[in-house]
């Protein structure tokens, strides 16, 4: 039978698939004439501006970047080449952007960290003057939000790949090449290890860690940091083995229910 044998099937299937199916070319170099362009701002060559997009003051943006109809660009933001941010990208003032990086739409980098001082009833706004780092050969699926810094960086390391819908909080790290799935929420100041998988729906408390390599099944509650290479999982995360005991007795309780009154019914019948 014919057939071509490979060291990585996932991979090399890949491979063949970009032969077949090449990246489509859908915005072409240029600036729109729409577009709204600071005086300031330095474009790299080879760029492209779709309609309504603004760049602001001191922004830069680097060879073959790609900015799509609607995306907003404020003041003093960098992004380096080959980049690709699709329609209604919305990137905050002084936030950093590394090479070969994808966001999908709607996504908003470097919106403010949820911080309120609680004084006399009134919940007072902490200003949010740090700022977002996304690192080279990321992508942030759509509708991501990833808020900047109370003081310092919100950091999203090399190679790191998002799934839609996800919350990143002010001041967390996510370390390289880790990979999260949908609708995820990772509460601040939360540092997360490289070649992490996280699963859909997870979300954390803040201030913990993350280790390397560490696995955390969909929809767990991580309520305390995770040792390298831990594999977690439930509500609240425990070791996925120890979790699957406990749901198995869980999922006995009925018929141990009945046994205990049959139990307690014999015992009142011999008194």
């Not at 709204?36 to 760049?55: F, M, P, Q």
């Not at 090399?158 to 995820?184: C, P, R």
Request: overall charge neutral; glycine content about 12%.
């Amino acid at each position: 039978v014919p057939h071509i044998r490979v060291d990585n099937v996932y991979y090399r299937f890949l491979e063949i698939f970009l032969l077949f199916n090449p990246p489509r070319k859908l915005l072409p170099e240029g600036i729109h004439p729409t577009a709204t362009i600071d005086s300031s701002a330095r474009l790299g060559e080879g760029v492209a501006v779709g309609a309504n997009v603004y760049v602001g003051p001191e922004c830069r943006v680097g060879s073959k970047t790609r900015l799509f109809p609607g995306c907003v660009l404020l003041d003093g933001v960098e992004i380096g080449s080959n980049c690709t941010l699709y329609p209604l990208v919305s990137v905050r003032e002084d936030c950093r952007i590394g090479n070969n990086v994808i966001i999908h739409n709607g996504a908003v980098i470097g919106s403010d960290g949820f911080g309120f001082a609680p004084f006399e009833g009134v919940y007072h706004k902490i200003p949010q003057v740090g700022r977002v780092v996304i690192e080279d050969d990321v992508e942030i699926g759509a509708n991501c939000t990833i808020d900047r810094a109370t003081m310092g960086e919100t950091v999203i390391r090399k190679g790191a790949k998002l799934d839609n819908l996800i919350q990143i909080a002010h001041n967390v790290e996510i370390g390289e090449s880790t990979v999260m799935a949908a609708q995820t929420g990772i509460s601040g100041s939360t540092r997360i290890g490289h070649h992490v998988m996280v699963g859909g729906q997870v979300g954390t408390v803040g201030h913990i860690s993350i280790g390397n390599y560490a696995q955390i099944g969909a929809q767990s509650g991580v309520s305390k940091s995770v040792e390298d290479r831990e594999i977690v999982f439930g509500t609240p995360a425990r070791p996925i083995m120890r979790t699957k005991r406990i749901k198995a007795v869980v999922n006995q309780l009925p018929e141990l229910l009945k046994r205990v009154i049959q139990l307690e019914k014999e015992l009142k019948d011999l008194k």
